[in-house]
C-alpha cells in the first residue's frame, strides 16, 4: 500500500463548530505532516509528527489540534476557525532513513470551508 | 533572498518541445532535492528527487543538480500536454547537520503544454 488516505474529501463548518480531519498511511513511514495550502501558493507547513511525537509546530494557532493516535494515524482537530482558516488541508508522511526526513508522500487534501 | 526560489513563470511550450523548470536555493549545506508536480486542484505528488551533482534521468523526466551553483533544474522531453501542471522545487532544511522535518517549497511554476 503505497497511498496516503484522507477523510473527509470536503468539509463545510461553520465557526462555531468542532470538527476533525483524518490521515492514514501504510507505508511504514515515521514521519507525518499536516500542511495548509491556499489557492496558487506552495504547502504551508503546520505541524510534523516524528516517531508519533509532536516534533515541528510552526506558531499555528490553538483552533488548530493535532493528534497522533498510533504510526499510522493523524488527525487535526478544529475548532472555532475562521474564513481565512478557508483551504486545501494536506496530509504527508515520509520515511526516515538513517535520521534523515526524505520524499514525502501527500494524501488527496481535504478542502475546508469555514463560513 | 527566499530559501527555495523558481522561475515564476508561467511557462508555455508547445507539444514536443523541451520544458526546463529552475530553482535556486540558498542553504549551502542542503543535501536533498524533489520535485513535486501538482494538477489544478489536486495534491503534489512525488516525480523526482535527487541527491548527489550531476543529472539524474527517469523517463522522460531529468533532473539536474549544481551544488556549487545551489542551482536545481527539471527538464521535461518531449512535452505532453499532460505535463501541463505547477512543477514546485523541495529542498529540506537542516539543522546542526541534520534534517529538521521541514521541507522549504518554492512558490512553484505553471506549464503550460500546447496541442
Known amino acids: 500500500d503505497t497511498e496516503v488516505t484522507q477523510t473527509p474529501k470536503h468539509l463545510v463548518m461553520g465557526m462555531t463548530n468542532k470538527k476533525s480531519l483524518k490521515c492514514e498511511q501504510h507505508?511504514?513511514?515515521?514521519?507525518m505532516y499536516w500542511y495548509k495550502q491556499k489557492a496558487k501558493k506552495p504547502p504551508e507547513l503546520m505541524f510534523v509528527?516524528?516517531?508519533?511525537?509532536?516534533?515541528i509546530n510552526e506558531s499555528v494557532p490553538s483552533r488548530f489540534s493535532p493528534e497522533c493516535p498510533n504510526s499510522s494515524l493523524l488527525n487535526l482537530h478544529l475548532h472555532a476557525l475562521q474564513p481565512e482558516d478557508s483551504a486545501l488541508y494536506l496530509c504527508?508522511?515520509?520515511?526516515?532513513?538513517?535520521?534523515?526526513?526524505?520524499?514525502?508522500?501527500f494524501g488527496p487534501g481535504t478542502r475546508l470551508t469555514v463560513l | 533572498q527566499k530559501e527555495v526560489e523558481q522561475n515564476s513563470g508561467p511557462l508555455s511550450v508547445p507539444e514536443g518541445a523541451i520544458a526546463s523548470l529552475n530553482c535556486t536555493y540558498s542553504?549551502?549545506?542542503?543535501?536533498?532535492f524533489f520535485w513535486y508536480r501538482q494538477y489544478s486542484g489536486k495534491s503534489p505528488e512525488l516525480i523526482m528527487s535527487i541527491y548527489s551533482n550531476g543529472d539524474k534521468e527517469d523517463g522522460r523526466f531529468t533532473a539536474q543538480l549544481n551544488k556549487a551553483s545551489q542551482y536545481v533544474s527539471l527538464l521535461i522531453r518531449d512535452s505532453q500536454p499532460s505535463d501541463s501542471a505547477t512543477y514546485l522545487c523541495?529542498?529540506?532544511?537542516?539543522?546542526?547537520?541534520?534534517?529538521?522535518?521541514?521541507?522549504?517549497f518554492g512558490d512553484g511554476t505553471t506549464l503550460t503544454v500546447k496541442p
Open positions: 504527508a508522511s515520509s520515511p526516515l532513513r538513517g535520521g534523515t526526513y526524505n520524499e514525502q508522500f
Open positions: 542553504d549551502r549545506v542542503s543535501q536533498s
Open positions: 509528527y516524528s516517531y508519533e511525537k509532536l516534533s
Open positions: 523541495a529542498v529540506p532544511s537542516l539543522q546542526n547537520n541534520t534534517n529538521a522535518g521541514k521541507s522549504t
Open positions: 507505508m511504514g513511514h515515521r514521519a
